[in-house]
């Protein structure tokens, strides 16, 4: 889920959380609150301001994740995790060691995932009605960061640091967004960490994506998920 983006108002987190438990076994809510100070620091905010902001609207889409648990059975919340980026992220040596090589990766200039990044970055940075000095090197650093969650997040699950979760031998992670993200299918297939080196053969890759729109959420059937009503 995307910090400040009207996307994500109460009424669909709600619906999305439940929309992914009737269909995966296990759910992992990402609240990027980390890599989001990079954003606002592009956006030309200092680093006290960028961090209140990254802080602040963390935790209110937080909130809204939690108030959406409420609304599901004791078993049902069991099964949903929502990582802290400071405590549970940051601290996995494995997401640190994908952070260093995505970043390798990103600063060969004139790389196809290197311009990959660039258009996701201008994309995000460009939608400030009155853009400050736009830092796009920032703007980049907080995609990177959330890149290298998703390549790493078997990795932060087997940490132990999160309490009560218990991984199963072997899972194929599938990142779920309301749009198609470019830069996430190009990474997937070509630089992810299970993937090939050339890219050509991308079958062993466990990372996936499915797109779930407004329109999909709307229709689909809620009846699946026990709620706390229903215990």
């Known amino acids: 889920m995307s910090l400040e983006n009207s996307f994500f108002s109460k009424e669909t987190v709600?619906?999305?959380i439940k929309f992914c438990c009737s269909h995966y076994d296990q759910v992992v809510v990402m609240l990027p609150d980390g890599p989001a100070y990079h954003t606002y620091r592009a956006f030309g905010f200092?680093?006290?301001?960028?961090r209140a902001k990254a802080h602040r609207h963390g935790n209110n889409l937080r909130n809204k994740v939690a108030a959406s648990l409420g609304g599901l059975s004791a078993a049902a919340r069991k099964r949903v995790l929502c990582p802290r980026w400071a405590t549970d992220v940051d601290v996995c040596l494995e997401y640190q060691a994908q952070l260093t090589r995505i970043r390798a990766l990103h600063s060969c200039e004139g790389s196809a995932f290197s311009e990959?990044?660039?258009?996701?970055?201008a994309q995000v940075v460009g939608r400030?009605?009155?853009?400050?000095?736009?830092?796009t090197a920032l703007g980049a650093e907080c995609l990177l960061q959330e890149l290298a969650f998703l390549d790493a997040l078997?990795?932060?699950l087997n940490s132990g640091a999160?309490?009560?979760y218990e991984p199963p031998e072997s899972f194929v992670s599938v990142f779920v967004y309301h749009k198609p993200w470019p830069v996430f299918d190009f990474f997937r297939m070509n630089c992810a960490s299970d993937s090939s080196t050339d890219g050509?053969?991308?079958g062993s890759c466990?990372?996936?994506?499915?797109v779930v729109t407004a329109e999909m959420l709307r229709h689909h059937s809620l009846s699946t998920v026990p709620t706390a009503a229903a215990e």
Do not use: T
């Open 14 to 16: 709600d619906s999305l």
């Open 46 to 50: 200092d680093e006290i301001k960028s």
């Open 116 to 121: 990959q990044v660039h258009a996701a970055s």
């Open 128 to 135: 400030e009605s009155n853009p400050r000095h736009i830092d």
């Open 154 to 156: 078997d990795a932060i």
């Open 162 to 164: 999160l309490k009560g």
């Open 200 to 202: 050509s053969s991308c």
């Open 206 to 210: 466990k990372l996936s994506m499915e």
